[in-house]
T-cell receptor, first 115, second 112 residues
Framework: AQKVTQAQTEISVVEKEDVTLDCVYE???????LFWYKQPPSGELVFLIR??????QNEISGRYSWNFQKSTSSFNFTITASQVVDSAVYFC????????????FGTGTSLTVIP | KAGVTQTPRYLIKTRGQQVTLSCSPI?????VSWYQQTPGQGLQFLFE???????NKGNFPGRFSGRQFSNSRSEMNVSTLELGDSALYLC???????????FGPGTRLTVL
């Protein structure tokens, strides 16, 4: 069975602080894909990143960076120098060929950046 | 490139009624998935369609159904609405399996 856990329900930071959102996953598949999505107050989920299980290279995109560690089954997301516009709910998700195109989402982390 | 569109954006129904939601995927995307989002249960997978065939189904009662047309547009139907069906219904499209899914703005359904 596939499972994604986002233990942090809510996080508040002051603008310009760095913040890390945790994501821990469970799967028995050797091939799987991990995703992060952002859901601003408008409600639409915005795709941020996709990672496959064979690529543990960390990725940086502007102020965003992702740390994928298979040894700890984690795919953490860090926002550097947070901004008010980063306030949103962030979801981590998992999919695997054995379960088709079904995404398994975590419960989300609500991030509030205080100006 | 236009994104995923969903209609209507908001809907108010009463218990026992039925409702049909519509989703138009990104051009060229053949897979359409539906999710239900509620504060208590989070994002839950309803079903996925690819080339007019349902490929995968989540753990929802038979009152929830869907279909996909030859142009990849999809509809989902909920019959005999219950209060607990109040939720944000999200549609997502992708090129194929395991590709990233792109979500529409959702349809906010309120059942009174």
């Amino acid at each position: 069975a596939q499972k994604v856990t986002q233990a942090q329900t809510e996080i508040s930071v002051v603008e310009k602080e760095d913040v890390t959102l945790d994501c821990v996953y469970e799967t028995r598949d050797t091939t799987y894909y991990l995703f992060w999505y952002k859901q601003p107050p408008s409600g639409e989920l915005v795709f941020l990143i996709r990672r496959n299980s064979f690529d543990e290279q960390n990725e940086i995109s502007g102020r965003y960076s992702w740390n994928f560690q298979k040894s700890t089954s984690s795919f953490n997301f860090t926002i550097t120098a947070s901004q008010v516009v980063d306030s949103a709910v962030y979801f981590c998700a998992l999919s695997a060929p054995n379960t088709g195109n079904q995404f398994y989402f975590g419960t989300g982390t609500s991030l509030t950046v205080i100006p | 490139k236009a994104g995923v569109t969903q209609t209507p954006r908001y809907l108010i129904k009463t218990r026992g009624q039925q409702v049909t939601l519509s989703c138009s995927p990104i051009s060229g995307h053949r897979s359409v998935s539906w999710y239900q989002q509620t504060p208590g249960q989070g994002l839950q997978f309803l079903f996925e369609y690819f080339s007019e065939t349902q490929r995968n189904k989540g753990n929802f009662p038979g009152r929830f159904s869907g279909r996909q047309f030859s142009n990849s547009r999809s509809e989902m139907n909920v019959s005999t609405l219950e209060l607990g069906d109040s939720a944000l219904y999200l549609c997502a499209s992708s090129r194929g399996e395991i590709d990233e899914q792109f979500f529409g703005p959702g349809t906010r359904l309120t059942v009174l």
